[in-house]
């Protein structure tokens, strides 16, 4: 029998976490966070990372796994991913894949382009252009070297902007170009892949404010703080480049006001959302779902091509 595997998709705020632990009750699976801000150690609350009491009842793999002054790449997180996967397998069990980065989950499943790795020195000199110019501007020149990834990303989406500059100006080609020449180390599982929807968009926005707010009150501001008073860590890192803490960051920093931090935050977390549908509609055989019956769903689709 071919190993098996689940995928459970979905925009921000939907509700993924918690489907995936009631899968969890039924279903002997074993749950590996798809997520690129939960890897690092003390992105809690921000992220919506189960609390450690959740995470004792029912384990996730790949959470808390990378310091915040580091740097986690989707090639590490396809080593991590597989290795984790192979292990609930040899336990025979069946390995969950749930988040939200669909990056993540697209190299996984199709393969990974062989990519430069990152450059230091080059990272800092776009850095610097971009303190200077803007990241607008830095989106334009994408778009002149490659105009098929410039227009999928948003002006403002200053790490994806950077990262594809450097590929471009590293290899001589464009990022579009590399991923044509993909390798074809896809993943060998029968696949189970479901997006879990909301409703509605408007449902889903209320919803995103309403979750950052709570963020707030358990205590978001304090989390951040207590990153950004280490001393190690700075607004170009990924893990402050986290959605919400972003804002947060650029609050403490005296460079915006709170009303306008937790403004920014909600209309981020949004964006995010709107990318994440925008990639759920165009993926191969996946099955959308919403809460109501999401749950038979997926049981019954796992149930009706196993032995269990």
Not at 232 to 248: E, K
Not at 292 to 297: C, E, F, K, N, P
Request: net charge neutral; hydrophobic share 45%.
């Amino acid at each position: 029998m071919q190993n098996q595997a689940i995928f459970l998709m979905g925009p921000t705020a939907v509700g993924k976490t918690a489907l995936a632990v009631q899968l969890a009750q039924r279903l002997p699976v074993d749950l590996i966070s798809v997520d690129s801000a939960m890897v690092y150690v003390g992105l809690d609350i921000g992220t919506g990372k189960s609390t450690p009491a959740e995470l004792a009842s029912t384990p996730q793999q790949l959470i808390d796994i990378c310091d915040p002054n580091q740097a986690y790449s989707v090639a590490q997180f396809c080593l991590d991913a597989r290795a984790a996967m192979e292990r609930s397998w040899q336990q025979r069990r069946i390995p969950l894949l749930v988040g939200g980065t669909m990056l993540y989950f697209k190299a996984l499943q199709f393969g990974l382009a062989e990519l430069p790795a990152a450059d230091a020195e080059l990272r800092n000199k776009l850095a610097q252009q971009a303190t200077e110019l803007g990241w607008p501007a830095m989106h334009a020149q994408l778009a002149i070297l490659d105009p098929v990834t410039a227009q999928r990303l948003s002006v403002n989406d200053s790490q994806r902007i950077q990262r594809a500059l450097e590929i471009n100006i590293l290899t001589g080609e464009s990022v579009h170009s590399s991923y044509a020449r993909q390798s074809l180390n896809t993943l060998d599982y029968k696949l189970h892949s479901f997006a879990l929807l909301p409703t509605s968009r408007e449902d889903l926005h209320a919803v995103i404010a309403q979750r950052f707010m709570h963020m707030l009150n358990l205590g978001f501001e304090t989390e951040v703080r207590n990153l950004y008073n280490r001393g190690d860590l700075h607004a170009q890192l990924p893990a402050i480049r986290s959605v919400g803490y972003r804002q947060m960051w650029q609050y403490l920093n005296n460079e915006i006001n709170y009303a306008v931090m937790t403004q920014k935050a909600i209309a981020a977390t949004r964006q995010v959302a709107k990318r994440q549908l925008t990639w759920l509609r165009s993926w191969p055989d996946v099955v959308n779902i919403n809460n109501s019956a999401a749950l038979d769903t997926i049981i019954n689709s796992v149930l009706d091509s196993s032995n269990y």
